[in-house]
């Protein structure tokens, strides 16, 4: 469906990212995948990363050195050709291409203002059917030097995908954080709506919500900025603040364009640390911490992110 040309596959059982290697590298894993990924992405190659994972990746970013571009579209665009035309001189052998290809990606790096640990980023918005067919959210964005490789591979699986600059993609980061971590908890909660159904009968308990975690994710962003990451994040931060309705208009219409889609429990659970848990420990949310014990979440998940015992309502 999306082409043969992405090359070798990377498994637990096949091993390491090959150094010397070119273009991007697709990870597509759970979260709890991600320090292995690493291990296995020699330095010089981290910078190909493309990750297309759910959650709040911001700290795990920070922690492992790496980071989401704060450059403009027009930069991310002269990166990522420029990285591909240094792929594609490389590709007969090593040598003179491959010098030729590290000085392009250099140069375009310098005029984003990017470090070597700059990665692509992508919210994906999608929703997969048990017979493997995809249903388009319409909201998908990458971020970064491999961004427009994401967006021509993607849209041969029928999934749009826009490529955008830093400050929009930390916008798009913070709205999918928001649609992945309230819509499945509505869903348990409401016996297994789908979220077609919770946003026609329950777009207040979504604004609610919106209007309580998305203060803290702002606090976040600018945090973010003030340590060095760049004005990127700052501007993400005024933009969604200032619109904060459009934030709902925005979960509201995804989830009207996947209609029947019911949120897998399970999943949330599993990617918990990354979803909910991210936002339980950015500070008190009462109202999330009801819809949580609504949902049924395990109380020993609950306390493991500050949570006490018995909390209600």
Request: net charge negative; aromatic share 4%; with cysteine.
């Amino acid at each position: 469906m999306l082409g043969e040309e992405l090359g070798t596959v990377v498994t637990r059982q096949s091993g390491a990212v090959d150094p010397h290697g070119q273009g991007p590298i697709y990870v597509c894993t759970t979260n709890d995948a991600l320090d292995w990924v690493l291990e296995q992405t020699p330095r010089s190659r981290r910078r190909d990363l493309v990750l297309f994972q759910n959650g709040w990746l911001v700290p795990w970013l920070g922690q492992n050195s790496l980071r989401l571009g704060g450059g403009s579209v027009a930069a991310a665009e002269a990166e990522g050709q420029a990285a591909a035309s240094g792929s594609e001189a490389a590709a007969p052998g090593a040598g003179d291409g491959a010098a030729t290809a590290d000085a392009d990606a250099d140069a375009a790096a310098s005029v984003a203002g990017a470090g070597g640990d700059e990665i692509t980023l992508v919210a994906l918005y999608m929703a997969a059917g048990p017979d493997g067919t995809a249903t388009d959210g319409l909201r998908t964005v990458a971020s970064g030097r491999w961004a427009q490789h994401v967006s021509h591979t993607l849209s041969r699986g029928g999934v749009r995908c826009r490529a955008v600059g830093g400050a929009d993609m930390y916008g798009a980061v913070v709205e999918k954080l928001l649609w992945a971590s309230v819509f499945w908890m509505m869903s348990a909660a409401l016996g297994g709506m789908n979220v077609g159904d919770i946003v026609t009968g329950h777009r207040g308990d979504v604004a609610a919500l919106t209007a309580e975690l998305l203060p803290p994710l702002c606090r976040q962003l600018r945090g973010i900025a003030a340590a060095g990451a760049g004005p990127a994040a700052a501007e993400a931060a005024a933009a969604l603040e200032a619109g904060s309705e459009l934030v709902v208009d925005a979960l509201v219409e995804y989830s009207l364009s996947i209609s029947s889609a019911v949120p897998s429990r399970d999943m949330a659970l599993a990617e918990f640390r990354w979803r909910n848990g991210a936002l339980l420990g950015m500070g008190p949310t009462p109202l999330h911490v009801s819809w949580l014990l609504r949902a049924g979440v395990p109380a020993e998940l609950l306390e493991a992110h500050g949570v006490a015992a018995g909390a209600g309502p």
